[in-house]
């Protein structure tokens, strides 16, 4: 599971280092990719990425509405917001619980949740025909699920997880394949149950309700925060005995949510843990 964190390091050893597992081929391509700035020339009053202006603007929430309905409750100015944005394929769900778990725990740690099920159910065979499985197709690729399927107007606001059948690893296990987890030597031969970039996510479906609260929660919490290695931590960036992120991390959590901006496309490059966690592997 790679991850998005915060930070805008920027360091000539990443560059290298996309260029070793062939990412910058595709960089390359993209328009205005030279340009690897944040914009922040936006008020942003509780540090959340979306715009005041946003925020208090009635056509904005007038665009929401007519996607989410009555799921979208509105933005406020001054309070912090974390929209999720829920895609599902083909039968593919979530239990209500996990829904309620989430969205009650952020509340409850100062960021108001909106869980926004989408209301366009993908077919997955025409997901699979068009973009196919893998992490790059489904979430940064240059025409990836992501790039044609998420509105303009959401990707800066929200975080996109898309829930998929996965591809099956084992013979009772859906997964998802990624390139740069087989080439780091993780996963079960590149297949993952969860994979975040930034402000987008995707995971395989659960049977195990346990199990689907502590991916979600993991690949969500992966906006801002990293794996932890520290036996103590409970948490699901620790080991996951726990729905939970531990006290520190929730306030980096908190503190990072402006991770969710998107402004060049392509902003993974800049989060730490792609870097901290898989793709150094490459080079070792």
């Not at 499985?133 to 690729?141: A, D, E, M, R, S």
Request: proline share 3%; net charge negative; with cysteine.
């Amino acid at each position: 599971m790679v991850t998005g964190g915060d930070g805008d390091d920027r360091r000539p050893t990443r560059r290298l280092l996309l260029r070793s597992v062939g990412v910058a081929g595709s960089l390359s391509a993209v328009s205005g990719v030279g340009s690897f700035v944040r914009d922040r020339s936006f008020d942003d009053s509780d540090g959340d990425g979306i715009p005041d202006e946003t925020k208090q603007s009635t056509s904005f929430h007038r665009r929401l509405r007519s996607i989410f309905g009555n799921q979208f409750g509105g933005l406020e100015v001054g309070r912090p917001e974390l929209l999720l944005d829920v895609r599902y394929v083909g039968d593919t769900s979530i239990y209500p619980v996990t829904k309620r778990t989430i969205v009650d725990l952020l509340r409850t740690h100062g960021i108001h949740a909106q869980w926004l099920d989408y209301p366009t159910r993908y077919d997955a065979e025409t997901i699979s025909e068009q973009y196919g499985g893998t992490v790059k197709n489904l979430l940064w690729g240059r025409n990836s699920f992501y790039s044609e399927e998420v509105e303009n107007a959401l990707k800066n606001v929200a975080l996109q997880l898309l829930v998929v059948p996965g591809s099956t690893a084992t013979s009772d296990e859906g997964r998802i394949y990624s390139h740069w987890m087989d080439a780091a030597g993780g996963g079960v031969d590149g297949y993952v149950n969860g994979f975040s970039l930034g402000n987008r996510a995707v995971v395989a479906d659960r049977e195990d309700r346990l199990e689907e609260a502590a991916l979600v929660l993991h690949e969500i919490a992966h906006l801002v925060l990293c794996h932890d290695n520290d036996p103590e931590n409970t948490g699901v960036m620790g080991t996951a005995e726990e729905v939970d992120l531990m006290d520190h991390e929730w306030e980096q959590f908190r503190n990072g949510l402006d991770n969710v901006r998107d402004t060049t496309g392509y902003d993974l490059i800049f989060r730490p843990c792609l870097w901290e966690e898989n793709l150094s592997a490459v080079l070792e």
